[in-house]
């Protein structure tokens, strides 16, 4: 991060709040004419520092109800059968986050589905039948209080 300066931070705090908007719109809101800007965005996505454009759709309004956070912990811990797991949840569509994590449990799952019967078929179906899980422990979202994408830049 210390190859961005001031200038930078401000370009993708910009981005984080729209990423639709184009260059001009950016250097206006930066302060900074186009050119500039143009090329201090093309640095910064040459550097790899931003991963991707998306659209964040709202879950409940396309039928996604359920959150549940997974605590998972495996039986044994080689490093064949980590990346065997990692892979499985990979690939696995109602799995939003996947971190491998210290403590009790060995990964943190996000999961996101329509209800408790596609939460239940999720879990017996797909997250059970991956080997070498000895514990699963879920918890469910009540009322999602705070969710940014957004970093703290400037």
Known sequence: MDTLDKTDRRILQVLQ?????????????????????YERL???????????????????????????????SLQLHSQPLLK??????AKMEEVMECYHVAGTYDYLL?????????YQHFLTNKLAAIE?????????????????????LV
Do not use: W
Request: hydrophobic fraction near 40%.
């Open 132 to 152: 070498n899980i000895a514990q699963v422990h879920s918890s469910f979202v009540m009322t999602e209080i705070k969710h940014t994408t957004a970093y703290g």
């Open 42 to 72: 093309k640095k910064i996505e040459k550097l790899g520092i931003i991963k991707d454009y998306v659209t964040l759709l709202h879950g409940e309004m396309i039928g996604k109800t359920l959150v549940a956070f997974c605590n998972v």
């Open 84 to 89: 065997k797991f990692e892979a499985a949840i």
């Open 110 to 118: 996000k999961v996101v589905v329509d209800d408790m019967r596609s």
């Open 17 to 37: 709040t729209n990423a639709r908007l184009n260059t001009k719109e950016i250097a206006h809101r930066i302060g900074l004419s186009v050119t500039p800007t």
